[in-house]
Structure formats: C-alpha cells, structure tokens
C-alpha cells in the first residue's frame, strides 16, 4: 500500500473514542520524535514551520515552506500531511507538482487570505482542480476559516463544507469551531472531519473531540510553541 493509501485508510472507520491525532511537527528532528513515539501520520503546521525558519506566520515564502515539508516527510517513514496556506498563488497543477516532489500525500488549503474569505464558490473550483491534478495521489483537506474571522453560525461552515466535498476534498477542517457546535458540523457534514485540539488543558481531549464528531485531531502550532517555551525554561536556568 502505498503512502497515500495508507494515510486516506487511517481516516476510514474510526470509532468516535479513537480520532486520528496527528502531530505537527516544525522540522525534522520533531517530527522523527513524533514517529518514533508511534503516530502513524503527521501534519505539519504552516505557523510553526514558520516560526522555526524565523518568519510570522503567513509570511514564509513558498520555496522555504516546500523545502521544509521535504525535510520533514524525508527525515520519517510514516505519511506526512503539509499545510501550505492558500497554496501561494500557484495553479493547481504546480501546487501539486510541488506537493508531491516534496514527498508529501495530504494538504491543507486554507479559504481565506490576508485575513480575508474568498469566495466559496471560486474556492471550490481551485480544490476541484487541485483534485483533477492530483487524482488520489494527495489527501486535500480544506480548511473553513468563517469560525477564524468572526462567523460563530455553523451553517455558514456547513454551507462551505458540501462546497469543498463536492469539489473533492477528503476532509473538512472548520479551524476554531467551538466545540460545543461539533456535534452539528457531524451531523451537517459528509465524510470526515478535523478539529483543533488544545494543549493547555482548557479544551476537551482529543478522546473527547472524537466522541463530538471529530474525525481526526490536529494542534496547528501548540506543540512548536510548547516545546519553544520549555526551551526558554532551560535557557533561563543556563544563566549564572
């Protein structure tokens, strides 16, 4: 089985107790220790790629990001995922080109840019490009950014979702979503879905984001930030 069959079959047949949690790793040493403790996939964060080559998230250029992905999906052997934003302005046949010469078998594209939605329409025929150029070969979650920017109606996501799987996205990602409205994303959505999982202990456990309809757990880039935090604890006590 190939990569990209694998990582499609890891979302198939999930037990609302046991979503897919997938990792974000920022470089290759993080994401070799992700692999190493068992995760069998991972799913990069374009924030925390970001802030490890020393630019603000949204601000990398698009050679930088490709190249980090390549590293990463070059330094593991399990399935690796990359978010690359809006997909840069690229056509989609270059975006897949690029995908897959970086090793990758899944993506997100995000709906908004500069802090501003695109049209759902326009951007369904971009992911239904994107699908026609990529055949199976990558996992295309689309990311619904109206929690992101100020829409709390779930309809307005629903809405956006049929779009996006019509279209041919594998997976629905309605960043923010509280979690109190996944049960009616579940119930208004077809096929899987991805939600934001907390590392501070303030939100529900990825178990739980399971039991509210989650297909699958992803943390955009807590777990970058976490690690960027414990190291300025030890920093701190290496100075005299």
Known sequence: ???ASLFRALHRGRAPEDPLVLPGPWDAA??????EAGFPALATPSAGVASALGYEDGATPA???FAAVARIARAVDVPVSADVEDGYGLAPKELVERLLEAGVVGCNLEDSH?????DPRRHADRLAGVREAAGEALFVNARIDTFLHGNPDPGAAIERAAL???AGADCVYPILAPPDV???LRAGVRGPLNALGRLDGEGPSPTALGGLGATRITFGPGLQRRAATALREIAGGLRP
């Open 1 to 3: 089985m190939s990569k």
């Open 30 to 35: 993080s994401a070799r220790v992700f692999a």
């Open 63 to 65: 050679e930088e990001m």
């Open 114 to 118: 500069g802090g501003v939605l695109q």
């Open 164 to 166: 996006y799987v019509a």
């Open 182 to 184: 996944l049960p009616l």
